[in-house]
């Protein structure tokens, strides 16, 4: 196609290319091409908490409490509270004073991020720091500090002993990113449980003292959990005063009793009544034993566990340190006891956010555990807590370990729990952050799963639990970018979440921006737009002031209306967003400038050029202006700048900005980053539109490697990339391969947007492009169709829609449909010269449009437009330019075919005077005009003048293109043809230039100009009556057509005449008549036998059997060919009259002298009809046979 290059140019086609990702994606912003929602929530977060206090927006979010550190001295402080119990007593430093003192401080932080970071992993990409620490040292420590094998735990497979000691010491400060860090480890207790002590086992009070069968019930099912508590090791008495006998008084057997039931529903997942249930146990002890005794220890150790659980980790440490002073109370030297105080000093350092020190206590608990063989319940809930802050930190690895050897330990003594679908839901989180980071699958779903699937025998089928797992498996399917499974499991929770908490509980809003975000992925428009709706509405519930969420909601339903080309309301909802943030952090910042270059984008979608080139302006000048606007975002302004520059085919400014862009990104991001594919996209389109193709393909193929470096590539990344591809491919020529490319980027984008939409139409432009080099018009019409159907009711009378009708009426040309072509071409002229005022893009338009009018013979129209194009080229450029002189070149060939030749002359002259003063006169642009006056003056009968210019033209481009080059083979061809025309036939004068011209041709494989030339030298043989010869050239056409379309074509149908023509004419007439049949055969198969054309067959083989004196063939095919005519009903002809005139030449011979005279008379009305003179030779030669003249001389 012609102006397939300017297709998507003028028009929002580039827009998928230019701003559809949230807006606080500093990195990917409004240039990148990725057309989804993944979002940099750091900047969003950083924003939110200059105006408020950063809100937890779901319970499943709470994480772990940190600490930032700001002095040396303060960190002594809490390990005093531990330290000091060994100087007898604890009350000087308490840490629940030291922690509430930290809650308070300025500097809290929070471990984790909120679960909005998930959103858009690749805003982080290449700041993760030190991804190369490990917590491997950890290992190595543990093996080399006794006997023990650390391999015994962890496999020989997964033990890296190559670690520095000093490898973790900055982890507390570590910041990893990771699925593990974006869903919180621990699972929520349940609902009901915390609004009562609900349990399952729906005891109220145990009294071991009960004789009724329920309490006596009771009494056993809390011992006998209290008995698996001791055997499995939950509890690790280290004396016999709690675990003694049953002749225990009723006040120990009751508090016996509690810390069974207290057990039982820990591992239920039944946290409050746990905790109510341990409390009681506690009390009894104390009653009994007093508050200092170490029995208390265990107790205190359990319900410190319990806390952490319920996310109280204050409350979590008073306990710890309790049991740690109960612990260090008696003998340390004991290794269980020295075991339970180094796990309990782990588990209050890691509930005080000491990572460090919470790592190296539980090493040393691990060594002293598996010393003595201890593999019970205490020693998985360590090995659970390292892997819990080795995940946090990123150690994935090593977490992944700790995990597993806690679950196996768990799974063995409590079967399907609470506490084993929490490990499940650990392992399967942080294993899914390995799967993140290798690119790997190491089955993360299949834990995550386990854990669904105990969850839902332990609790309610709609539960807090389930949603939470249920969460955790959309946001993995999310980040691998499966983003249907993702909105599956997102919908499935949302719908959970409903039922638990109610239709406009928060947690619906939080729910809904994953669950909407994903559709968006999956191209699902409208649901995503009413799923962010309703959302916003929840938020709107809100009683207190959240308008920067209002803006964030409102901001991903404008995305959407892009997305679906509803400009209208896009701008609407980016208007009010725009409004939002200016009032929240002022016009100068990120949040700002980023909806203002989304702004300027459907501005540009909408054709507004000018308004967007404004409001582009505007974000570079704050830009320029501000620190608070990064590179990034100043690069984005300046790729929108050239989209508008070249939405106004201002090429070498949309060169300059996306050169700018560029410079700008790669010094930001640099040189694979996905971030920099758009504005190679939109090089390349600017290297088409100035022909230069090689750059082009450079451009888009660069365009693709980038694009395939994004690891979450979602459907729509694909469907670019694919189109991408086809483009280049057809670039190169490789029409197959680019149909192909483009057929399955139509069949994804047609998935994605469904009904119409700008970027299927223009796929199927594209293809129809492709058919129609191909020479397969149909289905490119059909495309063209399509196409120019969704632009008109997309963009109205768009420069897109008027390149869409020319390339119809193209077709049509070739279709002989020269109305409808007519038809087209005036409405593209039209919008065209509409759209297009001033702008230079309208002078090549205007030559390509009288190019398409001369075609159709419509010359008036062409002269108009040619005319136009001239004098619009000499008003933009002045009369020396390369584009004057090229319009003069078409001009001149114009009249030079309607047979004004002095008009025709004077254009070359002047074109050639303007190519001579811009590049010299012996250039080749010169000679392409020398070139096409000598044609015009060959056929204006001025050989000699046309001579000297062919020759002049030959003599430069052999001296510059080389004696092979294709303009060499055309000018040769054509002086040959003057030769011809100049009767010099006898000798070489013609045949030595058709024999060189035949050469070129064919070396360069132009099969149209081998036959053209053919033709030529057989024309020469056939002025010479040198038959053979002749023949011989008509039969390698022959070949070459049936080559070339196959054997059934209609230019196959031709070839067969005109070989039969020349055999009839050098006597061959049996080798004629099998030529003339073939040719009947073809053109009836193609045509249907009742055709015009097959009745033009019949004609010549009935007058070939009448000079065989084969009567009655001949009699039998002139009657056919008759009929044929006669039902046809088409105007006489000379064929016809041709036609009577032998028909009644045979009925003469055969007697019926008075048919012959009704045929006679018929012929000769019909040359009276055709206006030949009474004197001509066919009327004399007509009146001679009236007059019963002798009917030998037609076998003469």
Same mark, same amino acid.
């Given at each position: 196609?012609?102006?397939?290059?300017?297709?998507?140019?003028?028009?929002?086609?580039?827009?998928?290319?230019?701003?559809?990702?949230?807006?606080?994606?500093?990195?990917?912003?409004?240039?990148?091409?990725?057309?989804?929602?993944?979002?940099?929530?750091?900047?969003?977060?950083?924003?939110?908490?200059?105006?408020?206090?950063?809100?937890?927006?779901?319970?499943?979010?709470?994480?772990?409490?940190?600490?930032?550190?700001?002095?040396?001295?303060?960190?002594?402080?809490?390990?005093?509270?531990?330290?000091?119990?060994?100087?007898?007593?604890?009350?000087?430093?308490?840490?629940?004073?030291?922690?509430?003192?930290?809650?308070?401080?300025?500097?809290?932080?929070?471990?984790?991020?909120?679960?909005?970071?998930?959103?858009?992993?690749?805003?982080?990409?290449?700041?993760?720091?030190?991804?190369?620490?490990?917590?491997?040292?950890?290992?190595?420590?543990?093996?080399?500090?006794?006997?023990?094998?650390?391999?015994?735990?962890?496999?020989?497979?997964?033990?890296?002993?190559?670690?520095?000691?000093?490898?973790?010491?900055?982890?507390?400060?570590?910041?990893?990113?990771?699925?593990?860090?974006?869903?919180?480890?621990?699972?929520?207790?349940?609902?009901?449980?915390?609004?009562?002590?609900?349990?399952?086992?729906?005891?109220?009070?145990?009294?071991?003292?009960?004789?009724?069968?329920?309490?006596?019930?009771?009494?056993?099912?809390?011992?006998?959990?209290?008995?698996?508590?001791?055997?499995?090791?939950?509890?690790?008495?280290?004396?016999?005063?709690?675990?003694?006998?049953?002749?225990?008084?009723?006040?120990?057997?009751?508090?016996?009793?509690?810390?069974?039931?207290?057990?039982?529903?820990?591992?239920?997942?039944?946290?409050?009544?746990?905790?109510?249930?341990?409390?009681?146990?506690?009390?009894?002890?104390?009653?009994?034993?007093?508050?200092?005794?170490?029995?208390?220890?265990?107790?205190?150790?359990?319900?410190?566990?319990?806390?952490?659980?319920?996310?109280?980790?204050?409350?979590?440490?008073?306990?710890?340190?309790?049991?740690?002073?109960?612990?260090?109370?008696?003998?340390?030297?004991?290794?269980?006891?020295?075991?339970?105080?180094?796990?309990? +000093?782990?588990?209050?350092?890691?509930?005080?956010?000491?990572?460090?020190?919470?790592?190296?206590?539980?090493?040393?608990?691990?060594?002293?555990?598996?010393?003595?063989?201890?593999?019970?319940?205490?020693?998985?809930?360590?090995?659970?807590?390292?892997?819990?802050?080795?995940?946090?930190?990123?150690?994935?690895?090593?977490?992944?370990?700790?995990?597993?050897?806690?679950?196996?330990?768990? +799974?063995?003594?409590?079967?399907?729990?609470?506490?084993?679908?929490?490990?499940?839901?650990?392992?399967?989180?942080?294993?899914?952050?390995?799967?993140?980071?290798?690119?790997?699958?190491?089955?993360?779903?299949?834990?995550?799963?386990?854990?669904?699937?105990?969850?839902?025998?332990?609790?309610?089928?709609?539960?807090?639990?389930?949603?939470?797992?249920?969460?955790?498996?959309?946001?993995?399917?999310?980040?691998?970018?499966?983003?249907?499974?993702?909105?599956?499991?997102?919908?499935?929770?949302?719908?959970?979440?409903?039922?638990?908490?109610?239709?406009?509980?928060?947690?619906?809003?939080?729910?809904?921006?994953?669950?909407?975000?994903?559709?968006?992925?999956?191209?699902?428009?409208?649901?995503?737009?009413?799923?962010?709706?309703?959302?916003?509405?929840?938020?709107?519930?809100?009683?207190?002031?959240?308008?920067?969420?209002?803006?964030?909601?409102?901001?991903?339903?404008?995305?959407?209306?892009?997305?679906?080309?509803?400009?209208?309301?896009?701008?609407?909802?980016?208007?009010?967003?725009?409004?939002?943030?200016?009032?929240?952090?002022?016009?100068?910042?990120?949040?700002?400038?980023?909806?203002?270059?989304?702004?300027?984008?459907?501005?540009?979608?909408?054709?507004?050029?000018?308004?967007?080139?404004?409001?582009?302006?505007?974000?570079?000048?704050?830009?320029?202006?501000?620190?608070?606007?990064?590179?990034?975002?100043?690069?984005?302004?300046?790729?929108?700048?050239?989209?508008?520059?070249?939405?106004?085919?201002?090429?070498?400014?949309?060169?300059?900005?996306?050169?700018?862009?560029?410079?700008?990104?790669?010094?930001?991001?640099?040189?694979?980053?996905?971030?920099?594919?758009?504005?190679?996209?939109?090089?390349?389109?600017?290297?088409?539109?100035?022909?230069?193709?090689?750059?082009?393909?450079?451009?888009?193929?660069?365009?693709?490697?980038?694009?395939?470096?994004?690891?979450?590539?979602?459907?729509?990344?694909?469907?670019?990339?694919?189109?991408?591809?086809?483009?280049?491919?057809?670039? !190169?020529?490789?029409?197959?391969?680019?149909?192909?490319?483009?057929?399955?980027?139509?069949?994804?984008?047609?998935?994605?947007?469904?009904?119409?939409?700008?970027?299927?139409?223009?796929?199927?432009?594209?293809?129809?492009?492709?058919?129609?080099?191909?020479?397969?018009?149909?289905?490119?019409?059909?495309?063209?169709?399509?196409?120019?159907?969704?632009?008109?009711?997309?963009?109205?009378?768009?420069?897109?829609?008027?390149?869409?009708?020319?390339?119809?009426?193209?077709?049509?040309?070739?279709?002989?449909?020269?109305?409808?072509?007519?038809?087209?071409?005036?409405?593209?002229?039209?919008?065209?010269?509409?759209?297009?005022?001033?702008?230079?893009?309208?002078?090549?338009?205007?030559?390509?449009?009288?190019?398409?009018?001369?075609?159709?013979?419509?010359?008036?129209?062409? +002269?108009?437009?040619?005319?136009?194009?001239? +004098?619009?080229?000499?008003?933009?450029?002045?009369?020396?330019?390369?584009?004057?002189?090229?319009?003069?070149?078409?001009?001149?060939?114009?009249?030079?075919?309607?047979?004004?030749?002095?008009?025709?002359?004077?254009?070359?002259?002047?074109?050639?005077?303007?190519?001579?003063?811009?590049?010299?006169?012996?250039?080749?642009?010169?000679?392409?005009?020398?070139?096409?006056?000598?044609?015009?003056?060959?056929?204006?009968?001025?050989?000699?003048?046309?001579?000297?210019?062919?020759?002049?033209?030959?003599?430069?481009?052999?001296?510059?293109?080389?004696?092979?080059?294709?303009?060499?083979?055309?000018?040769?061809?054509?002086?040959?043809?003057?030769?011809?025309?100049?009767?010099?036939?006898?000798?070489?004068?013609?045949?030595?230039?058709?024999?060189?011209?035949?050469?070129?041709?064919?070396?360069?494989?132009?099969?149209?100009?081998?036959?053209?030339?053919?033709?030529?030298?057989?024309?020469?043989? !056939?002025?010479?009556?040198?038959?053979?010869?002749?023949?011989?050239?008509?039969?390698?056409?022959?070949?070459?057509?049936?080559?070339?379309?196959?054997?059934?074509?209609?230019?196959?149908?031709?070839?067969?005449?005109?070989?039969?023509?020349?055999?009839?004419?050098?006597?061959?007439?049996?080798?004629?008549?099998?030529?003339?049949?073939?040719?009947?055969?073809?053109?009836?198969?193609?045509?249907?036998?009742?055709?015009?054309?097959?009745?033009?067959?019949?004609?010549?083989?009935?007058?070939?059997?009448?000079?065989?004196?084969?009567?009655?063939?001949?009699?039998?095919?002139?009657?056919?060919?008759?009929?044929?005519?006669?039902?046809?009903?088409?105007?006489?002809?000379?064929?016809?009259?041709?036609?009577?005139?032998?028909?009644?030449?045979?009925?003469?011979?055969?007697?019926?002298?008075?048919?012959?005279?009704?045929?006679?008379?018929?012929?000769?009305?019909?040359?009276?009809?055709?206006?030949?003179?009474?004197?001509?030779?066919?009327?004399?030669?007509?009146?001679?046979?009236?007059?019963?003249?002798?009917?030998?001389?037609?076998?003469?």
């Amino acid at each position: 196609s012609e102006v397939s290059s300017m297709d998507s140019f003028a028009s929002p086609v580039f827009r998928s290319q230019f701003g559809n990702n949230d807006s606080f994606s500093s990195l990917d912003s409004l240039a990148s091409p990725t057309h989804d929602m993944r979002v940099n929530e750091a900047q969003r977060q950083a924003a939110e908490r200059d105006v408020k206090d950063t809100k937890t927006d779901d319970i499943d979010q709470v994480a772990d409490v940190s600490f930032t550190k700001t002095d040396d001295d303060h960190l002594e402080e809490i390990s005093q509270a531990v330290d000091v119990a060994d100087e007898g007593g604890m009350t000087q430093q308490n840490p629940r004073e030291l922690m509430e003192k930290e809650l308070s401080s300025s500097s809290r932080s929070r471990l984790l991020p909120d679960k909005a970071s998930s959103f858009h992993s690749r805003a982080s990409r290449g700041s993760k720091p030190h991804p190369e620490k490990k917590a491997s040292f950890l290992l190595e420590r543990m093996s080399s500090d006794n006997s023990m094998s650390v391999r015994d735990i962890f496999g020989d497979d997964n033990f890296d002993g190559g670690f520095e000691a000093s490898a973790l010491t900055d982890v507390d400060g570590f910041q990893a990113s990771g699925l593990a860090n974006d869903v919180a480890l621990h699972l929520e207790h349940s609902t009901k449980s915390m609004s009562s002590y609900f349990s399952t086992d729906g005891i109220d009070h145990i009294d071991p003292r009960a004789t009724c069968h329920e309490g006596q019930d009771d009494f056993d099912f809390a011992m006998k959990a209290y008995a698996n508590g001791i055997k499995y090791g939950h509890f690790d008495f280290h004396d016999g005063d709690a675990a003694g006998d049953e002749n225990s008084n009723d006040q120990v057997l009751a508090a016996r009793a509690y810390m069974g039931l207290g057990f039982a529903r820990q591992c239920k997942g039944e946290l409050e009544s746990s905790l109510d249930a341990y409390t009681k146990s506690l009390d009894l002890w104390e009653d009994e034993v007093g508050e200092n005794n170490p029995v208390n220890a265990s107790i205190q150790f359990a319900m410190g566990t319990v806390l952490i659980e319920m996310q109280r980790q204050l409350d979590a440490s008073d306990h710890f340190a309790k049991a740690i002073y109960l612990l260090k109370s008696r003998n340390p030297a004991d290794g269980g006891i020295r075991a339970s105080i180094l796990s309990t +000093e782990g588990m209050l350092f890691s509930v005080l956010g000491e990572a460090n020190r919470a790592i190296e206590f539980f090493r040393q608990a691990v060594l002293l555990y598996q010393s003595d063989g201890s593999m019970n319940l205490k020693f998985a809930t360590v090995m659970f807590e390292m892997g819990s802050i080795l995940s946090q930190h990123g150690h994935y690895d090593d977490s992944v370990n700790c995990f597993k050897f806690a679950l196996e330990i768990r +799974e063995a003594l409590l079967g399907d729990s609470f506490v084993v679908a929490r490990t499940h839901y650990s392992l399967g989180v942080t294993k899914a952050s390995q799967e993140l980071e290798a690119n790997t699958d190491n089955a993360s779903a299949s834990h995550l799963e386990e854990a669904l699937r105990i969850c839902q025998l332990e609790f309610e089928a709609e539960h807090l639990q389930s949603a939470i797992i249920i969460h955790a498996l959309g946001v993995l399917n999310e980040r691998k970018g499966d983003f249907l499974s993702a909105s599956g499991w997102f919908a499935k929770e949302r719908s959970m979440r409903k039922i638990l908490s109610g239709e406009d509980h928060e947690t619906v809003a939080s729910v809904s921006v994953d669950l909407g975000t994903c559709y968006y992925n999956s191209g699902k428009y409208d649901l995503a737009i009413s799923t962010f709706e309703d959302g916003l509405r929840i938020i709107l519930l809100a009683e207190n002031d959240r308008s920067l969420e209002v803006a964030e909601a409102l901001y991903k339903i404008a995305s959407c209306h892009d997305s679906l080309c509803n400009y209208e309301e896009s701008l609407e909802k980016f208007l009010e967003v725009k409004k939002i943030r200016e009032a929240l952090f002022g016009v100068e910042s990120s949040p700002v400038i980023q909806t203002m270059l989304r702004i300027g984008n459907i501005l540009l979608c909408q054709g507004e050029v000018t308004k967007a080139l404004d409001c582009f302006s505007e974000v570079l000048g704050i830009g320029y202006a501000s620190d608070n606007v990064n590179a990034v975002e100043v690069a984005n302004a300046l790729y929108g700048r050239g989209c508008a520059q070249f939405c106004g085919f201002h090429l070498a400014d949309a060169m300059k900005s996306f050169s700018e862009s560029l410079n700008w990104k790669l010094a930001a991001l640099g040189e694979d980053d996905p971030g920099l594919a758009c504005i190679f996209y939109q090089m390349a389109h600017v290297y088409l539109e100035q022909s230069e193709t090689e750059e082009a393909i450079t451009c888009f193929e660069e365009y693709a490697r980038l694009q395939k470096l994004e690891t979450q590539r979602n459907l729509h990344d694909n469907a670019e990339i694919c189109y991408a591809e086809g483009i280049v491919a057809k670039l !190169k020529g490789r029409q197959d391969a680019a149909l192909s490319f483009y057929q399955q980027a139509l069949a994804m984008f047609a998935t994605l947007f469904g009904g119409d939409h700008e970027k299927v139409a223009s796929i199927h432009f594209d293809i129809g492009c492709v058919y129609s080099a191909m020479g397969n018009y149909e289905d490119a019409l059909s495309h063209f169709q399509n196409c120019l159907l969704q632009r008109r009711k997309l963009l109205g009378s768009h420069v897109d829609v008027a390149n869409t009708l020319y390339e119809m009426a193209s077709i049509y040309s070739q279709q002989d449909s020269v109305q409808l072509a007519v038809k087209c071409l005036t409405e593209s002229d039209r919008i065209w010269k509409a759209k297009l005022k001033n702008n230079e893009k309208l002078t090549s338009v205007l030559v390509l449009s009288a190019k398409l009018w001369k075609s159709l013979q419509c010359y008036q129209a062409a +002269e108009e437009n040619f005319e136009k194009a001239l +004098e619009h080229a000499i008003s933009l450029y002045g009369q020396e330019h390369e584009l004057v002189s090229s319009i003069l070149l078409s001009l001149g060939e114009f009249l030079q075919e309607i047979n004004q030749i002095q008009q025709s002359l004077f254009c070359f002259d002047e074109s050639i005077h303007v190519r001579t003063a811009l590049h010299g006169a012996d250039s080749p642009n010169v000679a392409e005009v020398e070139y096409s006056k000598g044609v015009a003056l060959l056929f204006q009968g001025d050989f000699e003048a046309a001579s000297n210019c062919l020759t002049r033209a030959l003599t430069i481009r052999q001296k510059h293109l080389g004696p092979m080059d294709g303009a060499v083979g055309d000018t040769l061809n054509t002086i040959g043809f003057l030769q011809l025309r100049m009767g010099n036939i006898s000798g070489q004068e013609a045949l030595d230039p058709l024999t060189e011209a035949l050469e070129i041709r064919r070396a360069i494989g132009n099969m149209a100009k081998v036959i053209s030339t053919l033709q030529n030298i057989g024309s020469v043989y !056939k002025k010479r009556k040198e038959y053979d010869s002749c023949i011989e050239i008509h039969s390698e056409i022959l070949s070459i057509r049936q080559d070339e379309f196959g054997a059934h074509d209609l230019c196959v149908a031709d070839a067969w005449i005109n070989l039969a023509n020349l055999q009839t004419s050098g006597g061959r007439l049996v080798e004629a008549t099998v030529s003339y049949e073939e040719a009947l055969r073809i053109r009836t198969l193609v045509k249907g036998y009742n055709h015009m054309s097959v009745a033009q067959v019949l004609f010549k083989l009935g007058s070939l059997n009448l000079r065989q004196n084969n009567y009655t063939d001949a009699k039998q095919l002139f009657e056919e060919y008759m009929r044929i005519r006669a039902e046809e009903e088409a105007d006489p002809d000379e064929e016809m009259a041709q036609a009577l005139t032998l028909m009644g030449d045979l009925q003469k011979e055969t007697g019926e002298k008075s048919k012959a005279q009704i045929n006679w008379s018929s012929a000769q009305e019909i040359y009276q009809q055709l206006d030949y003179p009474d004197s001509h030779p066919k009327l004399r030669k007509l009146r001679a046979r009236q007059k019963a003249s002798p009917f030998g001389w037609l076998l003469k």
